[in-house]
């Protein structure tokens, strides 16, 4: 349960003083939540400024910069009314200078109500100048001196949305900040004091009422402290999710080899010594008394699916069954096309689950998994649904795919407790976010590519250049060669300079006639079964497609790889791409086509991309140049993302946080110690109170 001390924070921000229903609904879009609660006060809390306005500077006119916040006291002497389109001017002086202030809306009586003639005020704005004169355009406040006393000298700014006021944002943060409790202190006091960092309430009451400008900075002290409270949650709770886990049983399971070895003896060839290591530690988890939790990093074409195969293998000679869920339909039925072959030569069972399996087929499969006559089952995450029973699953492998975050493992470990998850990243994840987001999990990675593969010839060309492309691609056809064609958009968009895969798709059959398909999103299932099966087989020479063969289709006679708008994609995402060719023993070339003028971060792009094949590099070159939301796919997935730490400017405090987080749990791991209690606190302040359910006195 909550600790009640911090109900108030999870209240609506209808709670807070001044705030109706009207401002509850902007608020909500700006800050998120869900009905009916909507944005709570805890999220107006979290909703900190992106900067200040700083309205130290009093110049006399004579000296006030150009360009510059400056508060300035003027009076008020005429004014002069707008002439047709023009604005309603005030004309005012101090003893130095003269000063125009303008208003382009016309609400004349608020105005001279704001300015009296002949009293002095005090106006904040931007002077510039215009026609030789100064003038300042809607001073954002005008007050006396009484008004001036009560003016924060530094104004924080937050992020806003249409339809709410500065005004309103401050004010919601400040009735946030009042309803926010003194809570016992969660940081080892000496690394606080060590770091110079004031304690947890402190730090919001100076980023909300900033002193100075750089009390808003990231890198102030209130803000490290702020981000270091939530790194520290994340760590601890994935922490707690792998004690948890270590403190589960498993089932032992040991490999006879009688199956993986007719696995081995049908394999075209023999497994990379990573490919080695990372089966002896999946054997060993398997082995070991608890359940495994292990993730499998790879870059593309490592051959992560023939080490999945031989662990499910293991796990099935062990007497159980094993389950591979993939992240879209058409890569289930890849997996199961490919790994058919050598189950059937080692005698396996295999079945397929899918969102889209007919009734009674569904019920024929659930039958099948529940007697267990089914060994390996391959699947989306329908998988995962609630009418799918196993007789006995001992292994499920999660592959190429970042969502399936904490809350998933957890389901999954409440399913079965003696279930072993493998996950396996459809392409290396840069090492400080595998700490962040699969610091509970053991890992393993396939580093080397199996022997044999060439390296992709990669070339940038512009788009202007397209029909020299298209002739090339001609002759590489006439060699026999099979050709990926990726586009950005499913179909004719506004923009006219969009390519979309239909015109792309009618243009090239024009030219190559019905060795040309066309592969989209919205085309149905079935269709793109045909289409898919059809390139397999060589009867289609050219895949026209948008993004969705990006992961994980595997076709090693094709060779040639077009990206379309390559400026568009992200750098994971065009190193997926290129990682579909390469996979034979033909040379292979990826064509990067490009709408100059190219922007910076996508020039960079492209030029690592024709620099380097190695994914590990790709991925920290792609960290770098994007946010961490971004590379790990969190925005769209719904990923737990940071509110306050940003992993850009933040992620050095991380493996102090993980280490934190391993000695409190190795000290305490009921997090019964004062400390601990003020953790919990700390659990549920950042959400990730998933984990404290896993505690015995929780
Ligand atoms: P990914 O890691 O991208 O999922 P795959 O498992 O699809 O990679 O493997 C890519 C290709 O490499 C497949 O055609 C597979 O048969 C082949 N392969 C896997 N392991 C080896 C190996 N040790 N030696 C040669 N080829 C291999
Ligand atoms: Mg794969």
Redesign the pocket.
Known sequence: MRPTILNPLFASVSSLPGIGPKLVKVLTRLLGGTEPVGARVIDALFHLPSGVLDRRLRPKLIDAPFEVLVMVAVTPERYIPSTGRGPFRVYCSDDTADLMLAFFVPQTAWIENALPIGQKRWVSGKIELFDGIRQMAHPDRMVDEAGLKALPLIEPVYPLTEGLYPRQIQKAAQEALAKTPELAEWQDPAWLKSQNWPGFREALASIHSPQTPEAVALDAPERLRLAYDELLASQLALAMVRASNKALPGLAVEGTGAITAKIEAALP????SS?VTALADIRADMAGPTRMLRLLQ?D???????VALLAMATMVEGGRQAALMAPTEILARQHLATIRPLADAAGLRLGIVTGRDKPKERARMQEALRSGEIDIVVGTHALFQEEVEFRDLGLAIVDEQHRFGVHQRLALGRKNAAIDVLVMTATPIPRSLVLTYFGDMDASA?REK???RKPVDTRLISLERLGEVVSGLGRLLQTGARAYWVCPLIAESETLDVAAAEDRYNHLASIFGDKVGLLHGQMKGTDKDAVMARFIAGDLRVLVSTTVIEV?V?V?EATVMVVEHAERFGLAQLHQLR?RIG?GSDKSTCLLLYKGPLGEVAKKRLEIMRETEDGFRIAEEDLKLRGEGDVLGTRQSGMPGFKVANLDVHRHLLPTANDDARLVLARDPQLTSPRGEALRALLYLFERDEAVRLLRSG
């Not at 060839?269 to 990379?272: K, Q, V």
């Open positions: 060839f023999s497994l990379t490919q790879g593309v074409g490592s051959g992560k699916t023939v396939l199996p022997a044999g994980g595997n090693p990682g996979r």
